[in-house]
Every structure is written in C-alpha cells, then in structure tokens.
C-alpha cells in the first residue's frame, strides 16, 4: 500500500543537479547513526500500533492528513507481533542547494565497489536535507518492508521526522521476488506469457519498496516484463472478454495473495450487482471464459477473484479455487 503524502513519488523525472545521494556505508558516522535511529524509533512505532507516536514524530504538513497512515498502521498491527524490525538501507538525500521547490527530482545513488544504482525520484520537493530509509519486519508468516521518508528539520542539530511512509509485503503466498522472477522465467521456457507476466510483475512489487525507488537490476525485470507482455491487456481502454452471448470490460489484471494463496485477480465493469445470485454468476462464467482461453493459468494460480464495480460505486468480490472451476 502506498500511502499519498507531502514528498509523491514520480515515475519519471528529471535529473537536478543541486543535489545528491550518499549511501549507507558512505555516510558520515554521526549522521548515519542519527538516521539509524530516527528509522528505528519510527519503525518500532509502526511494529506496536502506536500511530499517536509516529503522527507526533511526523512532519506538520503530513501530521494534519494522518488518518491514512493510522489506518494501515494499526491494520498491521496484529501481523507484525513479535516480527524482528532490521534497517536495511539507508540513503542520505542533500538538496539544499535546489533554487525552489523542485518538480520530479532525482537522486542518484550509487555503492562504492558495487555495480548497483539506485534511483530515488520525489516530487514536489523543497530544498533542505532528507533520507530513504528502509527497514524489514520479519519472522512472522506475513513479513513486511517498510520505506520511510525523513526531513531533517533541526537548526543547529539534526532533527529527523517522517515526511512519508510506504509499505509493502516482502513474500506472497510464502515466495519471494527472486523466486517470482526466476518462476517467470520458467513460464517464459514453456511459451506461458500470462503467467510470466503477471508473476514478474509479482516479483516487481515485492522488490521495490516504493514506486519511488528504482535500481539497475529493477530495470533489467521491466524490460523482461515488457518483452513478455501479452497484447491488449487492461490500460487506459478494458479488455474485452468474450464469453458466451455476451463480453465482460475488465480493467484490471495482477496476482493477488490476500487470502494467502496465490490467486489471479480480475477488476470488472458491470451494470449492476444488486443481485447477488446474478452477480456471482456473472462472476463464475467470466472465470469460465479467462480460463477458456489462457488454461495455463490453471496450473500456476491458485485459483481467481472477480472484482465486479458498478459506475456508481457498488462492488461484489468472489474467490474460486482452480479446482472449482469446472471447464464445459
């Protein structure tokens, strides 16, 4: 989940050359202890529910719009107990010498004697001093990974407060990126282009902390992705689904594991849902059609979620297992 605050993430952005990025090993001794610190205490905040503690360390213009971040704070709350919190990265990112607030600035940030380069890009950012900090909650069924924004709002002393916060899983369906990444390759070996999609995108998710956050090896999975993707998926049009008399608009397709089971999920436009009894019909025959014609994703998923909406906003979800999905 990402949470919208003060610093937003751009996708794409140009290069200031005001500023730069200095890395964990890189930084000087006091101020990547006070970093590491400031990254604990807010990440220990987050592992105990205690949004009251994190909003009071948290920069006054994303304070005054917190109830986002208390929510998913305190969701998390009941999985996190007893998860081990480590700080995994630290990066140190100077713009103090940027002439105003900046549209979509990027920082570069490298590690001496290591082929990775990581792209940080924020925008909407004023001048001053801030850092990525990201930190793992692990050994829980349900790990988590944690990007924290920080701005260095101190005078004479450092004084680092959170000026944004994301978070995402760290495993799906108990798999790692590294084992959804080398599975889609597998795909790919086998002529299965859906299923390798949608599992480097699964491997996309899980090893970026932030769509702020990019790297060398990042980009290396987005070409693969790009290069496997298969034609007329959902974007800026629906795909249409013929099944049957009729065609189902979807508009959204990715792996989903919300029930801790590595499912398919599908986001449809519908005309109504106040039938339940029509509604998962219509959910089960557009099943029926996706699996008709992509039966690779039988063996690979566990089974799929329809997500029907309505234009005015009414929804009805279904889950089916593989194994209830019964071809004609």
Not at 223 to 248: C, H, I, Q, W, Y
């Amino acid at each position: 989940m990402v949470l919208a605050l003060l610093l937003l993430p751009a996708a794409y952005g140009r290069t200031a050359h005001a500023v730069s990025c200095t890395t964990g090993a890189a930084l000087a001794g006091d101020q990547r202890s006070a970093l590491f610190d400031a990254a604990h205490q807010l990440g220990g905040a987050v592992l105990r529910g205690d949004a009251a503690a994190l909003k009071a360390a948290t920069i006054p213009s994303v304070a005054g719009n917190f109830d986002g971040i208390a929510a998913t704070v305190q969701g998390l709350t009941a999985q996190l107990q007893g998860a081990t919190l480590t700080v995994t990265s630290l990066y140190g990112l100077n713009a103090d010498d940027l002439k105003g607030s900046e549209d979509d600035v990027q920082f570069f940030c490298s590690v001496p004697g290591a082929p990775l380069l990581v792209t940080v890009t924020l925008s909407e950012l004023p001048k001053g001093q801030f850092a990525l900090a990201i930190l793992h909650a692990t050994g829980v069924p349900q790990a988590q990974q944690f990007a924290l924004i920080l701005q260095n709002t101190g005078t004479a002393t450092p004084h680092w407060q959170l000026a944004g916060f994301f978070v995402r899983p760290l495993t799906m369906d108990g798999h790692d990126s590294t084992w959804f990444w080398q599975q889609a390759r597998v795909f790919k070996s086998r002529n299965q282009p859906w299923s390798a999609f949608f599992y480097d995108q699964a491997a996309d998710y899980l090893a970026r902390p932030a769509d702020l956050f990019t790297s060398n090896n990042l980009q290396k999975l987005s070409r693969e992705t790009a290069a496997v993707e298969p034609a007329g998926l959902p974007g800026k049009n629906p795909m249409m689904l013929p099944a049957g008399d009729r065609s189902f608009a979807i508009t959204g397709l990715r792996a989903d594991a919300t029930l801790h089971a590595l499912d398919l999920r599908i986001d449809a436009k519908v005309e109504s849902v106040s039938d339940p009894v029509t509604a998962r019909k219509d959910a089960l025959t557009l099943m029926t059609a996706l699996l008709q014609q992509h039966p690779e994703l039988r063996s690979n998923f566990h089974g799929l979620w329809v997500y029907e909406s309505t234009a005015a906003g009414q929804t009805f979800a279904v889950e089916q297992p593989m194994s209830a999905l019964v071809l004609p």
